[in-house]
């Protein structure tokens, strides 16, 4: 019973459409942000498209006629899995890192970019891609030839009024897979991209495959049999020998199709990661990294169950239909045969299915290594045209018809001379080529291009000689004698027995001969043969990846400069050339982002080569590494710029940490150097002297800003040394040294032709300097204390970011031995100071201490002693030297004079006054002048000393006559002195008229007298005395004073004194007088 | 007492080493000679011996992937929290 045509083109045209509904939404919802595709279900199913139309029916058709061992080919994947988690993760973050979009991008990335990889990788991909396209291909049209009821021909023939249509269903379906491919895997022609709608229709075809099979599989071991049990029981009854055969595995090899376990198991590992749309939705369409978990057990137990039929399906198909003829279509034929056309339709679907998810994939895949090293190659030479990013992504397209229409070919000249299982071998054994480059790539870093094209191109052309043109023999296009007497006739080349190994099935021996040219050309080539620098950059990248957390924590450090900038706009139109404007502007604002940007809108010199890469890594999303790495290499080369390698100032192996060793023993020596000394003369010289020595220098200056702000040259070492001057060359470097105190950052001129016109480096010029930089001298958020400068004449570049991290250092450390140096000349020249400060004050003191002595020698020692009077007198100053004085001057024995006076002040000037007044005194007293004229005459002779030295003088001058008992007394404005009368409870003042001396020549003093009696003390004091005060700031006052005078009026007159200065003492609390106090006692006896 | 075999377990299962061996392991099993022990065409209880040795081998091998992708998802866990610490 067969369904018709009608139908089957009926539910094939809507099954298409539901799967492109599906893939729209997908791609819908992903423009929305919400991905239902972005999940490790999804991820695990669309990795089962490694299951194709060869699984669905191939596995059945192989099952029924070699047996258990076609489950070989999903065993070796499920296995694979368990290294998934190393290996695949590893690939993808590679993948991620470097915008990778194919394997033969992969390959060509690790190997230095290289195109000529590459283009090889496509090639044989291609080649070895179209068997298995042929398979799927031929797998539809002969399911759906079963399915509509028509014989096996390559075209339906309708029978048309009069003439005959004809519909070629392999080339409709071709035509079909091409467009779906087109419209959901070539959108845009990003290729890194992930591509929703077609994952997502993969995932759903996926779900169908195992589905359909799942419900054959249960017709035919529980509706037709009776269970698992039935069915063997059965079939080992009816067919002993043939049971046997199928479940067991032919170590032998007695069966000439049979292909030995070992060598299925091995290129299905491979496969499963090295078929170009296996790499494709593992790797290029990955979502996420935590995926793989979750597929490492999901995707190989889609495998056990999609196989878990196999077998009941055969051995039921062989029972039912009675032969293992056609076997192929089991699925197919056994539910048409027994009635069940729905789910024979399922089947069909279900093989469809396969077919379709294959062939998308795969078609994107290839037509994306197409694009990127056979066709980028022609036009990275053209001039870029605004009309490129079109065309691009039309080739892209064209290149997907191309993979499909490749196969189609081969469907139709091999055909049917294989089968299905067979013919997918041919491309397994292609895409087990990449395995030597692929893990040797990942984990040897020896491994390297020329090996790699040499290991890859044996390997194809032995894949090519021994089993593609044997397929080609068999199929009769090229002629079987090829195949029977190898060519020439030279039996040693027979491609199917090379060099005599017979007995070999075909898979084996062309595997084992293509592995072994493929490998050993691959590692004796990379031990041959010296890796150049580019490849050196991506095995840093490819095998330090692991390495990357480690890394991270260390700056990256740059070795390439770019000799002349570019800027961000130039490389943005670039990139528009190539990938279109929006895109372009996209992908440039993501860049920036956060990073800091001159006035000039630029990224620093020092991240150029980054920008750089970043422009190549965009365009390799879209274009692939090696035409991206052409398109920026050739666009700076018109830009008359290049990258260039940083002279590596430090010279040796990078040791493991971010730091040279030269750079730590730079460090270690300048820290010597600034430790061993304080003369910052000596650490500067020493230091400019280790920069010299230890880099390619040749002039290094220090500069450091005075107090004032000024800069100047302390610091000179190195070649053209001359004095420095305004016509100096060095000074044509201010502007620069100016913006580095401003903005405290160092200003290198890597190229000093290349340096901006504003800045007039003439004289520099000619002085041979072609790179310099100037570095700020500071402390680490301080202001700039100087400029360390440096200049090369030989090298242009040598200033890298790391060596001017390492000068800036080196500027911090001076910067500190400045500021302590300059911290502890500031603080001995306080201490000398100080010291200067206090030895001037000793020697005043001791000056003050002779002034004293001799100011106290002035006053008279002790009293004269006079018959019927007793006198006493003191004078104890408050400073060294004071202004009081006091004296007796005995006439006879019988008259005396006395006189106490206060000269204004404590000063030196006071106690000099007190010196003359002592000598004009003298001089007065001989004369038997009365005390007013005495006192008068003083003032004339002192008022213009005084008047000068702006001092006055209190006196009161007394003679006393003892004959008469008369006291004779002037006063010039001092304390008026008192009187105890023996028996009287009360003192009595002496006052007389008179102004204070040095106020106004010709005063005229009063002169009075009063006569004493026995027993009468009289007190002459000055106002330290009654202006002493206590704590609660009252004065000792004339109170006091009388009533202690009367307490002690008995005393003798020294005693007297004494105890006055010691009752002030009691008073004030302190031992030392605020002001000078002296006290002259007469007391009549 | 279970609780810490189990944790034992997958601590072990964690090591690159544990990966190695049983991926090791994987590929001597499905070869020849080991194939050698089920290649007979005898039958247990009707179902043939290379059938029924593939088909109970395989789902377990899987179950062991599945365990060592726990202890993935363990140690990713532990991972996290101590960085949220």
């Known amino acids: 019973m067969k369904s018709g045509l009608v139908p089957a083109a009926l539910i094939s045209i809507i099954y ?9 939404y997908a791609r819908h919802r992903k423009e929305t942000g919400r991905s239902i595709v972005g999940n490790p279900y999804v991820y695990s199913l669309s990795i089962a498209v490694y299951c194709t139309t060869w699984t669905f029916y191939g596995s059945v058709g192989k099952a ?56 090889l990788v496509t090639l044989i991909a291609i080649l070895g891609i179209m068997p298995y396209i042929a398979l799927q291909l031929k797998a539809v049209s002969t399911s ?140 290029i369409e990955n979502s996420d990294e935590r995926h793989i978990t979750k597929a490492m057990w999901i995707f190989p137990a889609y495998l056990f169950l999609i196989n878990l039929f196999v077998m009941p399906i055969a051995l039921g198909g062989i029972l039912i239909t009675g032969s293992a003829a056609g076997a192929d279509f089991f699925v197919i034929s056994v539910p048409l045969t027994t009635g069940n056309n729905t789910i024979a339709m399922l089947a069909f679907l279900g093989g469809l299915s396969a077919a379709a998810g294959m062939v998308m994939v795969e078609s994107v895949a290839i037509s994306t290594m197409l694009l990127n090293y056979i066709f980028m190659p022609i036009i990275v030479r053209l001039t870029p045209q605004a009309w490129f990013p079109h065309l691009l992504i039309n080739l892209k397209r064209l290149g997907i018809f191309l993979v499909i229409f490749m196969g189609y070919f081969y469907y139709r000249v091999v055909g049917d001379s294989f089968m299905l299982v067979n013919m997918g071998m041919i491309s397994f054994s292609a895409a087990s080529q990449f395995l030597p480059a692929m893990l040797g790539g990942l984990y040897w870093n020896r491994g390297n291009k020329a090996g790699a094209i040499t290991g890859i191109l044996l390997g194809f052309l032995t894949w090519f000689y021994t089993l593609l043109l044997p397929s ?93 900038p570019v800027t961000i706009t130039k490389f943005t139109n670039l990139m528009a050339k190539f990938i279109g404007e929006p895109d372009a502007h996209r992908a440039i604002f993501s860049y920036i982002g956060n990073r800091e940007i001159d006035a000039s809108g630029n990224v620093s010199e020092f991240e150029l080569p980054d920008l750089k890469r970043f422009t190549e890594k965009t365009l390799a999303g879209s274009v692939g590494a090696a035409a991206a790495g052409a398109i920026v290499d050739s666009f700076l080369s018109d830009m008359g710029s290049r990258m260039e390698s940083v002279y590596d100032i430090f010279s040796t192996v990078r040791t493991s940490l971010d730091q040279s060793r030269e750079a730590l023993f730079v460090r270690l020596k300048a820290s010597e150097i600034i430790n061993r000394t304080l003369d910052l003369q000596i650490i500067m ?24 702000g000024t800069l100047t040259v302390r610091s000179y070492q190195g070649s053209n040394r001359r004095p420095i001057s305004p016509k100096h060359w060095f000074v044509e470097s201010r502007p620069y040294n100016d913006m580095v105190l401003l903005d405290r950052k160092a200003h290198i001129i890597n190229d000093i032709s290349q340096a901006s016109g504003t800045v007039k480096l003439e004289q520099t010029v000619a ?44 500027a911090g450390q001076l910067a500190q031995a400045v500021t302590i140096v300059r911290e502890i000349e500031a603080k001995d020249r306080e201490r000398f100071q100080k010291d200067l400060a206090q030895l001037e004050h000793a020697r005043v003191m001791r000056d003050m201490e002779i002034a004293q002595q001799i100011q106290i020698s002035l006053l008279p020692d002790e009293a004269p002693e006079l018959f019927g009077i007793e006198m006493g007198g003191r004078c104890i100053s408050a400073a060294h030297v004071g202004g009081d004085y006091y004296d007796f001057f005995k006439h006879d024995d019988h008259s005396v004079d006395m006189m106490i006076a206060d000269v204004s002040g404590h000063s030196v000037g006071a106690a000099l006054i007190m010196a003359e007044v002592r000598t004009l005194l003298r001089a007065l007293v001989n004369s038997s002048l009365n005390a007013s004229t005495i006192l008068h005459t003083l003032n004339n002779q002192l008022h213009d000393d005084l008047t000068r030295a702006e001092l006055f003088i209190t006196m009161f001058y007394a003679k006393y006559d003892s004959t008469t008992g008369r006291l004779s007394y002037a006063n010039a404005g001092h304390n008026h002195p008192l009187i105890r009368r023996k028996d009287v409870a009360s003192c009595m003042e002496l006052d007389a008229e008179g102004l204070i001396i040095g106020v106004k020549r010709s005063v005229v003093f009063e002169e009075r007298g009063i ?35 009367g307490s ?20 004030t609390g302190s031992d030392t007088f605020q002001d000078d106090i002296s006290i002259v006692v007469l007391k009549i006896i | 007492m279970l609780k810490r075999l189990r944790q034992k377990l997958l601590h072990r299962l964690q090591l690159p080493e544990s990966w190695f061996i049983f991926f090791i392991l994987g590929i001597i099993m499905m070869n020849f000679p080991f194939l050698h022990i089920f290649n007979k065409p005898d039958t247990i209880f009707g179902i043939p011996l290379m059938f029924l040795y593939l088909f109970i081998g395989w789902p377990f091998s899987i179950f062991v992937i599945y365990l060592f992708t726990l202890t993935f998802d363990h140690s990713d866990d532990k991972h996290q929290e101590t960085r949220q610490q």
Not at chain 1, 530 to 553: A, M, P, T, V, W
């Open chain 1, 767 to 810: 002085e041979g300097i072609v790179s310099c930089a100037h570095i700020p001298i500071l402390r680490e958020g301080e202001a700039a204390i100087g400029i360390l400068s440096v200049f090369s004449k030989s090298i242009p570049g040598l200033f890298t970011e790391e060596f001017i991290g390492l000068l800036a250092s080196l």
């Open chain 1, 16 to 24: 298409t459409l539901l799967i492109f509904l599906i893939a729209w």
């Open chain 1, 472 to 564: 080609f023999s068999r199929s009769g296009w090229i002629g079987t004698e090829l195949l029977t007497s190898g060519p020439f006739g030279i039996g040693l080349l027979k491609p199917t027995e090379l060099l005599g190994m017979s007995g070999m099935d075909l898979w084996s021996h062309s595997l084992f001969w293509s592995m072994l040219f493929n490998i050993s050309g691959y590692i004796v080539c990379s031990i041959l043969f010296k890796q150049n620098e580019h490849e050196l950059d991506q095995i840093r990248k490819f095998i330090g990846i692991f390495d990357l957390e480690r890394r991270r924590s260390y700056r990256h450090t740059e070795t390439k400069r770019l000799s002349k």
């Open chain 1, 144 to 283: 759906f030839f079963l399915i509509s009821g028509f014989n096996q021909t390559q075209s339906i023939h309708i029978p048309h009024s009069d003439t005959e249509l004809s519909l070629p269903v392999g080339l409709l379906l071709a035509i079909i897979l091409s467009l779906f491919s087109v419209i959901f895997g070539a959108r845009t022609l990003v290729s890194s991209e992930r591509h929703e709608g077609l994952i997502a229709a993969v995932a759903f075809e996926s779900l169908v495959k195992l589905a359909s099979m799942f419900a054959v599989g249960l017709l035919v071991t529980y509706g037709l049999f009776d269970g698992f049990t039935d069915i063997f029981t059965r079939f080992s009854a009816q067919y002993p020998d043939l049971f046997a055969q199928l479940f067991t595995l032919d170590s032998a090899g007695k069966n000439p199709d049979y292909i030995p376990t070992f060598t299925m198991f091995f290129m299905s590992m491979g496969a499963i990661m090295l078929l170009p749309r296996q790499f494709h939705v593992m790797v």
């Open chain 1, 1048 to 1067: 002690v009026s008995h005393l003798p007159a020294n005693e007297i004194i004494a105890s006055f200065y010691k009752t002030v003492a009691e008073f």
């Open chain 1, 1011 to 1045: 006569e004493l009696f026995k027993g009468d003390v009289v007190l002459f004091y000055t106002d330290g005395l009654n202006e002493a005060t206590n704590a609660q700031g009252e004065f000792f006052g004339t109170e006091r004073i009388c009533d202690h005078l």
């Open chain 1, 685 to 708: 010289d020493d230091l400019l002297n280790l920069l010299l020595k230890e880099f390619k220098l040749d002039v290094a200056i220090i500069q450091l800003s005075s107090e004032n």
């Open chain 1, 64 to 119: 029924a006629t070699t047996g258990i061992d076609f489950l070989m080919i999903y065993l070796g994947p499920s296995l694979t899995a368990f290294s998934w988690f190393f290996l695949l993760r590893r690939i993808i973050k590679i993948s991620k890192e470097n915008n990778i979009t194919s394997i033969a991008d992969f390959i060509s990335l690790r190997y230095g970019k290289s195109p000529w990889l590459g283009a």
